[in-house]
């Protein structure tokens, strides 16, 4: 049992960052050689996670669209020039005047802290390509702590990740989501919008599985 909730962990810890790497600027032949999209489908239904036909969406539009095409569709979603339609910042969806580096922004930046973690890349802390790094890095040292037998480490770990999941990631995924779906033009970025809610969507379910199942015996 503890050997099968370890490897639940590691394939939530690789979900998060698959789908944290898909909102770097694009690098068409590296998600093509690695396999995205039936990597991603692998993970999910090993998860049981309803996403197959997104992942396959998502590898359909990878092959169908260039290296060029999906460089001017991220720049379009993510950076503007004019204002971007689809802003990968928490604080512009959780911040009444949707400005960046707000107090929810610092909210995040002090997770990472108190997880022993330092931000190396400039720039905001709640770029979603962070925060599911973040969720990436805490499942897998959840895995580890399930492998371990350390239970005190495992329920400090499943706190930290279901307060961030609450408090941070969960609030303002569905409406860059939605931005992301209203404003592509190509298939792969209305898949992996797609991806992305249904897979963040299904998390509370999966974390609390994981803490009745790794509960010590009555």
């Given at each position: 049992m503890t050997t099968d909730l370890a490897r639940l962990d590691v394939a939530r810890s690789d979900v998060y960052r698959?789908?944290?790497?898909?909102f770097y600027e694009p690098d068409r032949e590296l998600f093509l050689?690695?396999?995205l999209g039936a990597n991603l489908a692998s993970?999910?239904?090993k998860l049981v996670v309803p996403a197959g036909e997104h992942c396959r969406r998502l590898e359909k539009g990878l092959r169908e669209n260039s290296q060029e095409e999906l460089l001017v569709e991220y720049s379009a979603l993510f950076l503007g020039p004019f204002g971007a339609p689809a802003q990968p910042y928490g604080s512009v969806y959780l911040e009444q005047s949707r400005q960046l580096m707000g107090?929810?922004?610092i909210v995040v930046k002090k997770m990472y802290q108190e997880a022993g973690i330092g931000q190396e890349s400039e720039g905001p802390p709640?770029?979603?390509?962070?925060?599911?790094?973040?969720?990436?890095?805490?499942?897998?040292?959840?895995?580890?702590?399930?492998?371990?037998?350390?239970a005190a480490e495992f329920a400090e770990l499943c706190r930290r990740q279901r307060d961030f999941y609450t408090i941070c990631l969960a609030r303002w995924v569905t409406p860059f989501c939605n931005a992301i779906r209203e404003n592509a033009q190509l298939p792969f970025y209305r898949a992996l919008a797609d991806c992305l809610v249904t897979f963040i969507a299904a998390e509370p379910r999966r974390m609390q599985d994981m803490a009745i199942a790794s509960a010590p015996a009555a």
């Open positions: 698959l789908l944290a790497a898909c050689e690695e396999n993970l999910m239904q107090d929810s922004t709640d770029h979603i390509a962070l925060e599911l790094e973040f969720m990436s890095y805490l499942a897998k040292r959840i895995a580890q702590a399930t492998a371990n037998g350390e």
